[in-house]
């Protein structure tokens, strides 16, 4: 089993930067690949980036690329996401989420991830 817990969210004015913070625990032997998704409002749970935590390989969906930087720290068994230049589209509740080896086409798929955290909430105002 692995447990992860996010933090990091809250509320920031349009342009602004956030960090989350994933923290995995447990037998992180099922962490090889960690990844964010998002969700807001009446929307279907969103890829957003993902990372192999071996090589450091990330991967990005287009509506973050360029802006959001996923990053991990193997030491701490915590992953990160930097946030910058935030719209208000972006707002919605993150959830961390890792796996074993899932198929590359397939890394920011929710299907293809087993263990979840609770989720942090970001909000973003214009």
């Known amino acids: 089993q692995v447990q992860l817990v996010e933090s990091g969210g809250g509320s920031v004015e349009e342009g602004g930067s956030l960090r989350l913070s994933c923290v995995a625990s447990?037998?992180?032997?099922?962490?090889?690949?960690m990844a964010w998704f998002r969700q807001g409002p009446g929307k279907e749970r969103e890829g957003v980036a993902a990372i192999y935590t071996g090589g450091g390989s990330t991967y990005y969906s287009d509506s973050v690329k360029g802006r959001f930087t996923i990053s991990r720290d193997n030491a701490k068994n915590t992953v990160y996401l930097q946030m910058n230049s935030l719209t208000p589209e972006d707002t919605a509740m993150y959830y961390c989420?890792?796996?074993?080896?899932?198929?590359?086409?397939?890394?920011?798929?929710?299907?293809?991830?087993?263990?979840w955290g609770q989720g942090t909430q970001v909000t973003v105002s214009s």
């Open positions: 447990g037998y992180t032997g099922n962490t090889n690949v």
């Open positions: 989420a890792a796996a074993g080896a899932p198929a590359w086409q397939f890394l920011l798929h929710p299907d293809a991830y087993t263990f």
